[in-house]
Structures are given as structure tokens and as C-alpha cells.
Antibody
């Protein structure tokens, strides 16, 4: 049973960098035909695609966030990570990591989500 | 990229059918048969209910069905049950390895 678990600070100061890691268990992050994604949801609002990556290191970001987003993968630890720089209150959200089916392009497994609050 | 357009809320009585629409553009919904639908209960992670517009993952009830016409995708839930009460989000591939979600629809089972 594939499981994903987000981890990282729950509170980040405005203008600083948000860092999250997703640990994958029950499956290999190096599996072909799967990508690994970040999706966020501000409190009481809808879902927003942040970005995705392949185990080889290729990364893809939402155009609205690409100037502030860095993603990486550590296959030895079966983890992938997200960094979002220069955060503001608008970046306060539950951040989900998810597995993206590479052929059918849908998110089939999700982590439980991690709330990150940006404080001033 | 703008969010796909969904009604804010829909409601129905147990046993009835409801349909949630999801309107995009020629750049997303209209260009690809890659619309997925997610169910989200309060405080929980989303769960995929439909992918590729009309396919159901293993374990999802056949009461859930999807369709598409032009730039609009739809999710139909038949035989409404109390457990179906949740938020529903559509999502479409939008090219260049990007995805766009709808604003979400709150389903109330009366």
C-alpha cells in the first residue's frame, strides 16, 4: 500500500523560505510512469497545482509560482522536496504531496497534508 | 491559467442524481481527454473518483460517472447517499506539464 507523508515546519515567517519533504513508503519513487507532485489548498479554498517532478530530476512548475519554487528528489531516501521562497500570507495553505500517473495524468495517491502558516 | 469553473454548491435528496459541471477553455478541458474528479471530505485529503474524463479507479462506486462535451466536463452521482456529501473538484491537464483545478463544489445531501 503506497503511502505519502509530508513533513516540515508548520510556521514560516513572511519573506522567508517554506521547505517541505514528502516521504514515500510502500513503493519506489524511482518507478517509471509516475511523477511526484505538490498541490496546495489555502484554508477554506480550492486546490492549486504547485509543481511536479520525475525521479530523474526533471521538474515542472505552475507558471504563477515558478519564479519562487525549487523541487528536488532524493531517490536514496525515497523522498522529494519543495522549497518556496519569499513567502507571504497568501502562501498559507495545506500542502499535499501526491503521486501523478504519467500516462493518465491524474493524482492517484495523496499524503494527508501539512498545514503551513506564514506569519508576519 | 485560470481555475476551471464549477458551481459553488449543489444539493440532492438520497436516491436522486446530481450533476456537477466543470467549464474550462480550449487550452485545457477542450484540448485533452484528461479530466479527473476528486472527492474531499472535511479535513481529509482528496480522493480520485474519475480519471480520463469517464474512467473509474478500482474501488470507486459505479454510481459515479463522468462525461465531457466541448470545454465542459461533468460528474454525475446517481443514487445519492449520505456519505457522498463532500466537496468535489475537477482537474484538467493544461499542457506543458501543468494542471488546473476547479474552484470546488460543495455537495449537500438533504
Amino acid at each position: 500500500q503506497l503511502q505519502l507523508q509530508e513533513s516540515g515546519p508548520g510556521l514560516v515567517k513572511s519573506s522567508e523560505t517554506l521547505s517541505l519533504t514528502c516521504t514515500v513508503s510502500g513503493g519506489s519513487i524511482s518507478s517509471t510512469n509516475y511523477y511526484w507532485a505538490w498541490i496546495r489548498q489555502p484554508p477554506g479554498m480550492g486546490l492549486e497545482y504547485v509543481g511536479s517532478m520525475y525521479y530523474s530530476g526533471s521538474t515542472y512548475c505552475s507558471p504563477s509560482l515558478q519564479s519562487r519554487v525549487t523541487m528536488s528528489v532524493d531517490t536514496s531516501k525515497n523522498q522529494f522536496s519543495l522549497k518556496l521562497t519569499s513567502v507571504t500570507a497568501a502562501d498559507t495553505a495545506v500542502y499535499y504531496c501526491a503521486r501523478l500517473q504519467g500516462s493518465s495524468y491524474f493524482f492517484d495517491h495523496w499524503g494527508q497534508g501539512a498545514l503551513v502558516t506564514v506569519s508576519s | 491559467q485560470s481555475a476551471l469553473t464549477q458551481p459553488a454548491s449543489v444539493s440532492g435528496s438520497p436516491g436522486q442524481s446530481i450533476t456537477i459541471s466543470c467549464t474550462g477553455t480550449n487550452s485545457d478541458v477542450g484540448s485533452y481527454n484528461l479530466v479527473s474528479w476528486y472527492q474531499q471530505h472535511p479535513g481529509k485529503a482528496p480522493k480520485v473518483m474519475i480519471y480520463e474524463g469517464r474512467k473509474r479507479p478500482s474501488g470507486v462506486s459505479n454510481r459515479f460517472s463522468g462525461s465531457k462535451s466541448g470545454n465542459t466536463a461533468s460528474l454525475t452521482i446517481s443514487g445519492l447517499q449520505a456519505e457522498d456529501e463532500a466537496d468535489y473538484y475537477c482537474c484538467s491537464y493544461a499542457g506543458n506539464n501543468t494542471w488546473v483545478f476547479g474552484g470546488g463544489t460543495k455537495l449537500t445531501v438533504l
